[in-house]
């Protein structure tokens, strides 16, 4: 779906969700304000935490080695 999608599948479509190349419903767990705040929450820590690991490596926000 997501490739049909890429390859103008839904030309017209914006803001929908869709399984098997049709709108579909969405699940009350992804209507979820508390779980939207969770998945951020848990997003930012996990970004937080490479970070972290990529300055303890010397390299900056792209990943690779800082240059001199």
Same mark, same amino acid.
């Given at each position: 779906t997501i490739l049909w999608l890429a390859r103008g599948g839904a030309p017209d479509a914006t803001g929908q969700y869709f399984a098997r190349r049709k709108t579909a419903s969405l699940t009350p767990a992804a209507q979820s304000d508390a779980g939207a705040a969770r998945l951020w929450r848990i997003s930012e820590?996990?970004? #937080?935490?490479?970070?972290?690991? #990529? !300055? $303890? $490596?010397?390299?900056?926000?792209?990943? !690779?080695p800082d240059e001199a």
């Open positions: 820590e996990l970004l #937080a935490g490479i970070q972290d690991q #990529a !300055r $303890r $490596r010397g390299c900056g926000t792209s990943g !690779r």
